[in-house]
């Protein structure tokens, strides 16, 4: 029912949906979040993002963050594999206690306060660890 109102409500405001696809969801008593990103060649772009908030009366919030054009750098970049990136999270005091639901490949880049002035920027391919308690982590994968 809610991705049929997300699904409306994006096509009522005439807000272009194509190459979305819902990445993530979380559901409580009070509200649910769905976070749908960009795809690029199979992985997932998480800077291009569309957050929608719905509560019991609908959607009451939606965020939105697209990347402009996607232009793809040609040459290597080498990546850790998900068994290094795994030792790296042991690092994360934050992360002690919790379990780990998913672990995937996306194109990432952390952003700066100032992140509504940037006119480029380069996203590398980053491991995304998901949580059981709904949060995640991204960590770069690039040496």
Known sequence: IITKEITDFVDN??????GYSQNYKYVSEDYCFYMYTQSYDGYSVDNSYMYFFVDSQGIYKIEIQRIASLTEIMGKVRTISAIEALTRLLTYDEIKDKEITNI???????EAENWQNITRINSDPTWKIKFSDGSQKHLASVD
């Open 13 to 18: 405001k005439n807000i272009e949906f194509e």
């Open 104 to 110: 995937e490949m996306t194109y990432y880049t952390e």
